[in-house]
């Protein structure tokens, strides 16, 4: 089982579009290390992703194309909305 480095995953989590810094960034600081290993996982290959995809599938314009992300998407929605 692979074991992530938190300030890796913050780092990777800093994008450069202030929109996506200001979900991603409180997600991982605040709620990354609770997660379930397959949930990390999951984050960490979310953050594979191209930057346009990212925004666009966490402004809900559009679905992600793999479907195995709509749970990390809902968990990172409901955190910014937890913090509001």
């Known amino acids: 089982m692979q074991k992530f ?12 579009m202030l929109e996506l810094d200001l979900l991603l960034v409180p997600f991982a600081t605040d709620v990354f290390e609770q997660l379930s290993y397959q949930d990390q996982l999951l984050y960490s290959d979310f953050l594979e ?22 749970p990390i998407i809902q968990l990172i929605l409901a955190h910014k909305k937890k913090t509001n």
């Open 49 to 70: 992703e191209e930057d346009q995809d990212l925004f666009t599938w966490l402004m809900g314009r559009c679905e992600p194309s793999d479907v195995k992300f709509k």
């Open 5 to 16: 480095n938190k300030q890796k995953i913050f780092w990777h989590s800093r994008r450069g």
